[in-house]
């Protein structure tokens, strides 16, 4: 068994063999460029991030970005990611589509051993976001975790297990508080209600799109 393969296993490995350190370097220099962009170099922007994650891409990332690999991550259609988010991607991280993310959320797919003998070593656990998620400021999902379509994680939060689909979650460790219903769909905010007018305005002053 390679490293690689005990990686993508969940067995303990260690990442200084099999290319793996020269992997790191060129995701950084790519993550240093992506980073370095001005606000107006759209184009060169998507031509970097397809470099990053190895297949061509549909989602707006605000720099700052950080990751470790780019080529561990699978990113769905339309997603968003706000500034200063980091991926630790030494296992895989899926996302599905339309997932937004809020600034600086961390996904950790790698833990170590408790007992500082053995810390040095690492373990990966893969971490799944599946479609149309809003995952809010300053939130850390842990390795292993999966969390469901649909689901709002509050901000601030550290997801440590599953959260099902069609739920809203929040806290430390991450509790699911109850599920998207239909006052979800009546309220956008507290006591605030989407109206076919209100909506009507906002679009066409977008130019007709959301």
């Given amino acids: ?25 060129q995701a950084k220099k790519r ?8 606000p107006d170099e759209i184009e060169k922007r998507f031509t970097l991030l397809d470099e990053i994650f190895g297949v061509k891409i549909n989602a707006w990332i605000e720099p700052p970005f950080y990751f470790c690999y780019g080529y561990n991550i699978e990113l769905g259609e339309e997603c968003y990611l ?16 339309k ?13 170590h051993p408790i007992h500082p003998e053995y810390r040095r ?16 400021a300053n939130t850390t ?9 649909n ?35 009546a309220f956008y905010y507290r006591d605030r209600p989407f109206s076919k007018e209100d909506l009507a305005e906002v679009y066409r002053l977008n130019g007709g799109s959301m």
Avoid: H
């Fill in 99 to 111: 997932v937004a993310f809020g600034p600086s959320v961390t996904i950790a797919t790698v833990g």
């Fill in 141 to 149: 999902i842990c390795p292993g975790v999966t969390i469901g379509e």
């Fill in 151 to 185: 689901s709002v994680i509050g901000a601030g939060s550290i997801v440590t297990k599953d959260i099902p689909a069609n739920s809203v979650a929040v806290g430390n460790p991450c509790k699911v508080l109850r599920e998207i219903n239909e006052q979800d769909r």
């Fill in 31 to 38: 993550m240093m460029q992506f980073n370095q962009t001005f």
């Fill in 82 to 97: 706000n500034m200063g988010c980091q991926f630790i991607d030494d296992a895989k991280i899926k996302i599905g589509n």
């Fill in 121 to 136: 070593l690492m373990y990966g656990d893969p971490v799944t976001i599946e479609d149309n998620c809003w995952i809010g």
């Fill in 1 to 25: 068994m390679t490293m690689r393969e005990r990686i993508r296993t969940g067995k303990l490995f260690l990442d200084n063999c099999e290319n793996l350190p020269e992997e790191r370097m």
